[in-house]
């Protein structure tokens, strides 16, 4: 009788004395939250979202793979800042101006004076050359890099390294030798307390976030925002309910309705479409692709028979850009882009002259409305990732917009391996997927790496890291003038191969250009001023847009 | 015969009573009491309602004999899961050829509930209501051969392992409890993890193989109890195959529970693939209501108040699970009898005492210490009424 | 005594198939860990010279031993604690990690287990002491309950009362805002954390308590109908002991043999619940571990919550025994 009375007192006394504790700290809590419920935040700190997901490990070390966003344009700089979203030349860093030789052999460097590490000891010419010369740094193609004196370093190459500009003076970053000699294993070394010589160091670190706080001493002027705090959130519905309500104040990612976000006044927007979506196509029999896609008609007539405004529209939800036949992003490279050749592709669908197309080169329709040739029917598969769901949608409309043109499209949905594992052996008809979009005004990276002979294997054979021509394509025309490309510096010269290419390339068409992808960019312009805009468009806008970060971290201020 | 000493039957694993029809034996042979668990197992014919207390309870009916013994009673729950359950069915098998398609997309996007499409657009275009049809019988596809694999891989396990008894009893009981305590949902999620291209079937099969060990205990310890009939002991005698004894004696008075059990694997089934595809381990390219409430979530529809996209789907398998375990409840009814009799006792006990409160307050008083017509047990009633308060 | 045994036995038995579990899967399955994680990052752009070395390192040359040598090695690192290093979250050991979030996970469905089994027994013992009543209506609405989809209701909850109502926070186990250095021992530290947990914890109950509810129900007025329980009656015990001394306290007993089943369920739910609050638990890193294939955590993962579980399951097999003397004497 005492225990079961005892176990009933027992088991009231708990229920209430929990009760209390939830009343008691969810009222004390919220309080706290209260304030940061509404729109604006005015506690001066910057609320950062670059993609990282919980938990956050903190490796701020700029060669290893899983390095944190901010150690990468916050911490370490490079030697000058191509603007991926201009024309404009190269902004000086650390580096103040540089010279290649006449036949691009040899690149002189001059060095910024007066910067310092932000440890306090001086950035000198041979932290330069040690961190292009290190083991895990060197590129294969750097034969000597030497202190000529202490304001100038040169680097000196085994061939003409003209288009490797951009990877040398905008993505090699500089690192203290003093600090990275000592490092027995410079792969796993998690260098949680960076030494560098951008606008920012490291404050801490939790599993949830980490916090980086303004570099008095940096060279370019101690930077107006005190503290920037990086988050990790693991999903793109968490952080498009974040910025809603005023948690964060920086982010890149894709939302669907931006209007939803920027309606109360607190966010600005910017969009700045980069990188192409296209169909990848296994386009050489000789490689040993099999499928109706070989023929080039068949691709020519699916090129003009999707309808690429009804895509972006449905799709991508109106924010995607138009895109070039060349790969020359347009606007940004107009320049490059050949006047004998088509400028945008077509917007909208043309079934009947697809049908010429592909009857000129001997297809006739079948009773079905498909076209065939010598008893085989046009049908391809066409796959995507699953999850991707732009993509699978994409997929879904040009399979109805090829039907209506007489191509039989089938859209399937695979997992990344599947995807990833079908395009590196070349095991495919079409593909839905995405180009590299290039980091200087200038397509050349492009042609070479996914257009270029030498840059592919047979089907059946891995691609090698580096190598991007999925499509197996193979013309002995296009590698020749890329080679001319990338022994010359004269823009002239450059303008004619890239004529010649894009003359090929958009006649073969081994990639059918779609759109390209939108690039948006949300900002809290009521607490900070000194954004990226349309009319000052000073950087890439996107919070994880390394060496582009940095510049925009050290040139926006709090509001007044 | 230690394997048949009813000490070690029950007891093995605790886990072998866990759910409530391990306590009576399916083949209507009243259960052993609880506190005589020690006694030797000796069929008592007893009256199977309890409601025979007082007459004003409803007229026991004469025991069903034969199949129509086992099928449930009608009450308002079976109504109720059966209409469910075979709505939802029906919609899954004839939907899909009358509703639009489903992939679709030339529709405008995020169309609220209209004329033209029942349940409103997605965020392509597609029509909301085609989808739920197909996504019905993807999920009802899933969630029956899932159900269909665990029921016959634990029959296996548990009626072959109970039967048999002996070294086999004890490998197979090994196995089973291995599977049972090894977690369900992380082993499903690495292997699907692992696998290159997920179909509907292939997450069915992977379902089944990982959720069977439940029943298959109870099987099992329904199995061991059956065994130490008399019936199956004449079997035996007569020289019948275990084979035979299993398939003609034990399993036809274990339908219910095979029943039971497999609406029961039915329903997690649907529910685990749902799990499944919101965390985008789904099958892939196939639309079913997880995957529909996959893409809700991904596209942000809770927040942006697309509620026809995420409350249908969610609402569904609310509905058909909720169908089935009502059905459940009945077959539990069946195995169970004082699960139906003891509230029907207790309700007309209710009903008598209202009756002769009624008859207290109209008659006159020197009737009121006269037993109640009909009622034979006198103080009885008056007890039910105080345990009833 | 035997009966302790052989439950150990048992565990022991099943932790050993666990691991080996453990160790096969990988090996039987597709995918080769390297290709694909040299794919994903060169997602992110390309892949410098200095970033192929490090993934090479990373995954070392290819392991020419026997199975049966690696299976040895699998089992001596196992004992030294070496659960592998994470890809993804290089160059964390494994083990760090699950340290990290185990507490969470342990804490919160550790917690509103208990609760939903303490509220889903007293309920349905009140059910089914109610047997025949109106209360017997409950019953479809507890079955409706359990088969709402977990996550969906999670979803709803999340968007009416985190980004609508802004009553709770959206994601997290505690607030980073105002703990950018991480957990700390303080009073704050804890009233954020319980505050982040209470609406996961409730949704863990909602969709778990009506699973015991049932179960009780049945078991109620099974036991009801017991003859000893008539006795009581007639001896003129009040009800209200009836129903605790007597009747609760033996038609629980299936429900807690049957803690191993529900426990299933409740990790179950614990995994979606995570991914769908984003709370720091196990759960959400074996989730994100599967969806960049880094198979190393996820292994470790998929092994501490086994070992939780059989643990768990090891501890409620104790206090049967102890509460039920007929499992002790007869097993």
Redesign the interface.
């Known amino acids: 009788m005492i225990r079961s009375k005892g176990r009933k007192r027992l088991l009231t006394a708990v229920a209430l004395a929990s009760g209390l504790t939830l009343l008691a700290t969810g009222c004390g809590s919220s309080g706290d939250d209260g304030d940061q419920g509404t729109a604006s935040k005015g506690d001066g700190v910057l609320t950062v979202w670059a993609g990282s997901q919980t938990p956050i490990v903190a490796n701020f070390n700029p060669y290893a793979p899983t390095v944190l966003h901010a150690a990468l344009g916050g911490v370490y700089e490079t030697l000058f800042y191509y603007n991926k979203a201009s024309a404009e030349a190269p902004t000086p860093m650390l580096g103040e101006s540089f010279e290649f030789n006449e036949d691009g052999t040899e690149l002189t460097v001059k060095i910024r004076e007066g910067v310092t590490w932000n440890d306090g000891k001086p950035f000198t010419a041979e932290d330069v050359v040690w961190s292009f010369s290190n083991e895990t740094s060197k590129p294969e193609y750097l034969a000597s890099a030497e202190v000529v004196d202490p304001t100038t370093v040169k680097l000196t190459f085994t061939g003409p390294q003209f288009t490797n500009e951009f990877a040398l003076l905008g993505a090699s970053w500089m690192v203290p030798q003093h600090v990275w000699k000592d490092v027995p294993d410079p792969v796993t070394f998690a260098n949680e307390a960076p030494v560098g010589t951008g606008p920012y160091t490291v404050a801490s670190t939790s599993d949830a976030s980490y916090t980086m706080a303004a570099n008095a001493d940096y060279w370019g002027g101690a930077p107006a925002v005190e503290k920037v705090q990086y988050l990790g959130i693991d999903a793109n519905t968490s952080a498009e309910s974040l910025l809603k309500t005023g948690k964060v104040d920086w982010a890149g990612m894709f939302v669907a309705d931006p209007d939803g976000l920027t309606a109360d006044g607190r966010l600005g927007y910017i969009n700045t479409p980069q990188d192409p979506t296209v169909l990848y196509t296994c386009a050489n029999v000789e490689a040993g692709c099999a499928g109706a896609q070989t023929d080039v008609a068949v691709r020519q007539a699916l090129n003009v028979a999707i309808d690429r405004g009804v895509i972006n529209e449905k799709a991508f939800v109106g924010l995607a850009g138009e895109i070039s036949p060349t790969f020359a992003l347009l606007g940004r490279d107009d320049k490059w882009i050949s006047p004998d050749v088509e400028k945008v592709s077509p917007q909208e669908a043309n079934a009947a002259e697809a049908g010429k197309i592909l009857e000129a080169a001997g297809y006739t329709k079948g009773g079905d409305g498909i076209y065939e040739k010598d008893g085989k029917k046009v049908e391809l598969t066409l796959t995507s990732v699953e999850g991707w769901s732009d993509y699978n949608a994409a997929a879904e409309l040009i399979a109805a917009q090829a039907k209506a043109a007489g191509i039989g499209v089938t859209a399937s949905t695979v997992t990344w391996d599947e995807f990833s594992d079908s395009r590196q052996t070349g095991s495919f008809e079409l593909i839905m997927g995405g180009v590299v979009g290039t980091s200087v005004a200038d397509p050349f990276q492009i042609y070479r790496d996914w257009f270029s002979g030498e840059y592919t294997q047979p089907v059946g054979t891995q691609l090698e890291s580096g190598e991007w021509n999925f499509s197996r394509y193979s013309n002995p025309t296009v590698d020749a003038a890329v080679n001319a490309a990338a022994a010359t510096n004269d823009e002239a010269a450059k303008k004619d191969a890239y004529a010649t290419i894009q003359t090929e390339i958009t006649r073969d068409l081994p990639y059918i250009p779609l759109v390209i992808n939108a690039t948006q960019t949300f900002f809290d312009q009521k607490d900070f001023t000194g954004w990226p805009t349309e009319d000052n468009l000073y950087a890439f806008p996107p919070s994880w847009g390394s060496v582009s970060a940095g510049v925009v971290l050290s040139t926006i201020k709090p509001a007044e | 015969m230690a394997d048949d000493d009813i ?2 039957q ?11 029809v ?3 034996v399916a083949d209507g042979i009243a259960p052993r ?3 005589e ?1 020690l006694v030797p197992d000796v069929p008592t014919p007893r009256d199977v309602s ?1 409601a025979g207390l007082t007459a004003d309870a409803p007229v026991v009916a004469p025991p069903r004999r034969g199949f129509r013994e086992m099928l449930p009673r009608r009450s308002g ?1 079976l109504i ?1 899961g059966l209409v469910l359950t075979i709505g939802i069915g029906l919609f899954a098998i004839i939907a899909p050829f009358v509703t639009q398609d489903p ?4 529709n405008p ?1 995020f169309e609220p509930p209209s004329a033209a499409h029942l349940l409103g657009t997605n ?3 597609a029509d909301l209501f085609a989808q739920l049809a197909e996504g019905a019988a993807g999920s009802l596809t899933v969630g029956l051969v899932a159900g269909a694999i665990a029921v016959v891989l634990s029959l296996f396990f548990g009626i072959v392992a109970g039967y048999v008894g002996g070294w086999t009893d004890e490998g197979l009981s ?1 196995v089973t ?2 599977m ?8 499903v ?10 179909s509907m079937w292939i997450i069915a099969v992977v379902l089944g193989l990982t959720s069977w060990a ?1 029943s298959a205990i109870v099987l099992r310890s329904q199995a061991k109890s059956l065994r130490s009939r008399d019936y199956v002991a004449a079997s035996r005698v007569a020289g019948e195959k275990p084979m035979r004894i299993i398939t003609v004696e034990i399993l036809p008075n274990l339908l219910p529970l095979l029943a039971a059990q497999f609406l029961f694997a039915v ?1 997690l089934a649907i ?2 693939e ?2 499944l595809s ?4 789904g099958p ?2 196939a639309i079913t209501w ?1 995957t529909m ?1 996959n ?1 809700a ?4 529809a ?3 108040g697309a509620w026809w996209w ?1 409350v249908p ?2 609402l569904m ?6 169908g ?3 059905i459940n ?1 009945s077959i ?1 009814e069946i195995i ?1 009898p ?2 139906r ?7 007309s006990v ?1 009903k008598a005492r209202k009756a002769q409160v009624r008859d207290e307050d109209t008659r006159p008083d020197p009737e009121a210490d006269a037993p109640v017509d009909g009622d034979d047990t006198g103080g ?1 009633a008056k ?2 009424e ?4 | 005594m035997k009966y302790y045994a052989r439950r150990l036995t048992f565990y022991v038995i099943t932790l050993w198939a666990a691991i080996s579990l453990n160790f096969f899967i990988p090996r039987l399955m597709p995918g080769n860990a390297e290709d694909i994680f040299r794919a994903k990052m060169a997602r992110k752009g390309e892949l410098t010279p200095a970033m192929e070395k490090s993934i090479q390192l990373l995954f070392g040359s290819d392991d020419q031993s026997s199975l049966w040598d690696q299976y040895l090695r699998y089992w001596n690192n196992l004992l030294h604690g070496d659960l592998g290093t994470s890809i993804t979250k290089f160059p964390a050991p494994v083990s760090e990690l699950i340290g990290q979030a185990l507490p969470w996970t342990i804490v919160l469905v550790g917690l509103a287990t208990v609760l939903s089994f303490v509220i889903g027994i007293s309920l349905g013992a009140w059910v089914g002491w109610r047997r025949g009543t109106w209360v017997d209506g409950v019953i479809p609405a507890s079955t409706l309950l359990q088969s709402v989809p977990y996550f969906w209701l999670a979803l709803i909850l999340i968007a009416v009362f985190s980004v609508n109502l802004a009553w709770f926070p959206i994601i997290g186990g505690y607030d980073t805002f105002m703990f950018p250095d991480g957990p700390v021992p303080t009073w704050e530290f804890f009233s954020s954390a319980v505050y982040h947990g209470f609406l996961p914890a409730l949704t863990i109950v909602l969709s778990s308590v009506g699973g015991w509810l049932l179960g009780m129900r049945n078991m109620m007025v099974s036991t009801l109908s017991e003859d000893y329980i008539t006795t009581a009656e007639a001896k003129g015990l009040r009800p209200f002991r009836i129903l605790t001394t007597y009747a609760t306290r033996n038609a629980a007993l299936p429900s807690l043999a049957g803690f191993s089943v529900s426990l299933g369920f409740v990790v179950a739910g614990s995994i979606v619940m995570e991914q769908v609050f984003t709370y720091p638990g196990v759960g959400k890193l074996m989730i994100n571990a599967v969806q960049d294939k880094d198979f190393a955590l996820m292994q470790g993962v998929f092994l501490v919550i086994t070992v939780t579980v059989l643990a768990a399951n090891f501890l409620m097999d104790l206090l049967y025994g102890f509460i039920d003397p007929r499992a002790r004497h007869n097993g």
């Open positions: 000490r070690t029950e007891f093995v694993t605790p886990a072998t009573s866990s759910s409530p391990a306590e009576t009491d609880r506190t668990g309890t729950k109720v992939w679709n997309y030339d996007v965020n392509l275009g090994l409890n291995v049972l305590v090894i977690p369900g949902l992380p082993l999620i690495v292997i699907a993890s692992y696998m290159e291209s997920r439940g329903v529910l685990a749902a799990g919101y965390l985008g381990l892939s390219g997880g409430l893409q979530s991904q596209h942000n809770f927040t942006i995420f789907p969610g398998i609310a509905l058909f699970g909720c089935l375990s009502l409840f539990d169970n004082k699960l009799t003891a509230p029907a006792a207790v309700k209710r009885n007890e039910k105080r345990v009833n308060a």
